[in-house]
């Protein structure tokens, strides 16, 4: 059973009730050892005391504030002492409206457990009162030597403890990003498509349909390697859009986002693809995108095709179809 990362009092008013938190999510990321290359020795990091060198056992390391003459030392204790209610209190200052705290604040998830079953009435109450006046709690609480902002909530049956970035730690866009476009009125007509490719790739949510594919693939290339094989390159990125190939990008994704409905609807999406250009005529290169280049060009066996750009992939097609070879000589494998 799953361990609570703190424990405390929930309260708001003279309402108090004993509370433990738990984790909400769990990382399935696949993690590496580091080894020196050429040898299977580990590198591991130690707490070494900068001035002699020696290694320093945890239980001996204590924090220290650099004050410009001198380190002001602070022993955890010192640090319980001082924090709201002892580091113990989750208290709920008051409630606001979930759709007013911009989804920027939010930060980690966590679940808000009773802490025995005689409290299980007092948490239910809680629960409940939460959801019908949909309003969440925000609170400030100490967990290992930091304060946290929460909000907590009623979601599925449960309280929820979702702990928020305070407002000076949000950073100004404007100010940090200087690629930000002013302002950039856009075209009526390319307006409308992007709209069009929004309504037409609007789909249900449904979490459970989405997996870590990165983290598969990872672990298909270390089964490879281990048994001697090679893998497979992902496609190439997609290059940037330029403002001259906008609206026929906006055309063709549009285009192309309504055969992929249709092939859910009853065709496969490949195949009313081929349909449509079997209508059409086949599609002109020229206004073919990376990937379907890309694709066009494996089909042919065309070398190179991997560190080519989307020009480079349209002539050496074209080189292909009229004879004279594969066009621009490879630049690596692919």
């Not at 738990?22 to 707490?47: C, E, M, P, W």
């Not at 690629?179 to 390319?190: D, F, G, I, N, V």
Request: aromatic share 6%; charged share 30%.
């Amino acid at each position: 059973m799953a361990r609570p990362v703190w424990a405390g009092v929930l309260s708001f008013g003279l309402v108090s009730l004993p509370v433990g938190l738990y984790t909400a999510t769990d990382s399935h990321t696949i993690h590496f050892h580091q080894l020196q290359r050429g040898t299977s020795d580990r590198v591991r990091n130690k707490r070494v005391n900068e001035r002699t060198g020696e290694e320093v056992p945890f239980e001996e390391i204590v924090k220290g504030f650099d004050d410009g003459d001198a380190y002001v030392l602070v022993e955890p204790e010192e640090l319980d002492d001082i924090a709201p209610g002892r580091s113990r209190s989750l208290d709920i200052e008051g409630f606001v409206d979930p759709a007013e705290v911009d989804p920027i604040f939010f930060d980690a998830t966590y679940y808000l457990a009773p802490k025995g079953k005689e409290y299980g009435k007092i948490y239910s109450l809680v629960e409940q009162a939460l959801a019908k006046a949909d309003k969440a709690g925000i609170a400030r609480f100490v967990m290992r030597s930091h304060e946290y902002l929460v909000a907590v909530k009623a979601e599925n049956g449960l309280l929820t403890c979702h702990t928020l970035h305070w407002a000076d730690e949000i950073r100004d866009p404007r100010a940090e990003i200087d690629s930000l476009p002013r302002k950039a009125k856009a075209a009526p007509k390319e307006l409308r498509m992007a709209e069009q490719l929004v309504e037409a790739l609007s789909m249900e949510w449904k979490p459970e349909e989405f997996h870590d594919t990165f983290r598969e693939k990872v672990a298909a290339l270390i089964k490879a390697k281990r048994a001697g094989e090679s893998v497979e390159k992902a496609e190439p990125a997609a290059e940037s859009t330029n403002v001259v190939d906008l609206s026929e990008a906006l055309r063709a994704s549009v285009e192309r986002a309504a055969a992929g409905a249709r092939g859910k609807n009853g065709k496969p999406p490949e195949r009313a693809r081929e349909q449509e250009r079997g209508a059409a005529g086949p599609k002109d290169p020229q206004h073919m995108t990376k990937a379907e280049l890309y694709k066009k060009a494996a089909a042919a066996g065309i070398p190179g095709r991997s560190a080519m750009t989307r020009d480079e992939l349209r002539d050496a097609l074209a080189a292909t179809a009229s004879g004279s070879g594969s066009g621009r000589r490879p630049r690596k494998a692919a």
